[in-house]
Structure formats: structure tokens, C-alpha cells
């Protein structure tokens, strides 16, 4: 395992980011392929068409895969948001709550014992995802 774990965040981040750059680059294949077209034999000709027929088609799925993905990261994005303000508010409260009942609530105890909480603490996304699991756990009794 490397030295730095990447969050969720980072890893949708960086796949939209490749999806874009993709995106791109099959435009650019498609105007390059369209631009040498003339002085080929009819057979290239043909084999550029089919290219080029095939990477609209790849266009067009990731055209709606990066809207999806867009979509989705801000609708992530809104609900983080909320969830990171709940935990700088809340956490100190819940947090004792959490290690008071630990003692009678086996899920809460292997949870907060087995924790890695240097990793925990090292990005706020860890410590939202934390947060919310003590919160649901806390519901749940």
C-alpha cells in the first residue's frame, strides 16, 4: 500500500479529469483523421470513415459519461459539504457520546478501537466518513 491513501474525492477528481482529456484527444483524432483523407487509397479512405464513425460513437458515451460523472461529484460534493459542517459542529458531542456507549454497544467499540485514526485524521474526507459512521451506529441503539 503507498505512503499517501488517495480519498474519494481526489480519485473522482482525477477520473473525470482523465475522461475530459480523453475527450479531447478523440476530437483531435477525428480532425486530424479528416484533414490526411485526401490522397489515400479508397481502401484508407474507407478504414478513416470507420475511425471516424467509431470515435463519434465513443464521443457520444463519453459525452453522457462525463454529464453523469459531473452530476454526480456535485451532488457528492453538496452532501460532503453538509456532512463536513454537521462534523465541525457536532463531532467533540458525538464523539463522547460514542466513547461513553462504546462499552455496551459491540459495533460502536470494534469501530471506534480498530480505527486507524492517524489516517483518520489526516484528510477531512476520512474523518466525514468516520463521523457519520459513529452517527449511524448512534442512531441505530
Request: hydrophobic share 35%; net charge positive; aromatic share 10%.
Amino acid at each position: 500500500m503507498s505512503s499517501e491513501v488517495t480519498s474519494y474525492l481526489d480519485e473522482m477528481t482525477k477520473t473525470l479529469n482523465d475522461h475530459k482529456i480523453m475527450y479531447q484527444l478523440l476530437n483531435k483524432r477525428i480532425e486530424l483523421s479528416e484533414k490526411e483523407i485526401e490522397g489515400l487509397s479508397e481502401y484508407q479512405k474507407n478504414e478513416v470513415r470507420i475511425s471516424v464513425i467509431r470515435t463519434k460513437t465513443e464521443l457520444n458515451v463519453l459525452g453522457k459519461v462525463i454529464k453523469e460523472k459531473e452530476n454526480y461529484f456535485k451532488n457528492y460534493f453538496e452532501q460532503y459539504t453538509k456532512d463536513l459542517e454537521d462534523m465541525n459542529n457536532n463531532y467533540d458531542a458525538i464523539f463522547k457520546l460514542a466513547n461513553t456507549k462504546k462499552s455496551s454497544n459491540l459495533a460502536l467499540k470494534n469501530l471506534l478501537d480498530n480505527a486507524n485514526w492517524q489516517l483518520i485524521n489526516s484528510k477531512d474526507e476520512f474523518k466525514v466518513a468516520m463521523y457519520n459512521k459513529i452517527k449511524k451506529i448512534l442512531n441505530n441503539v
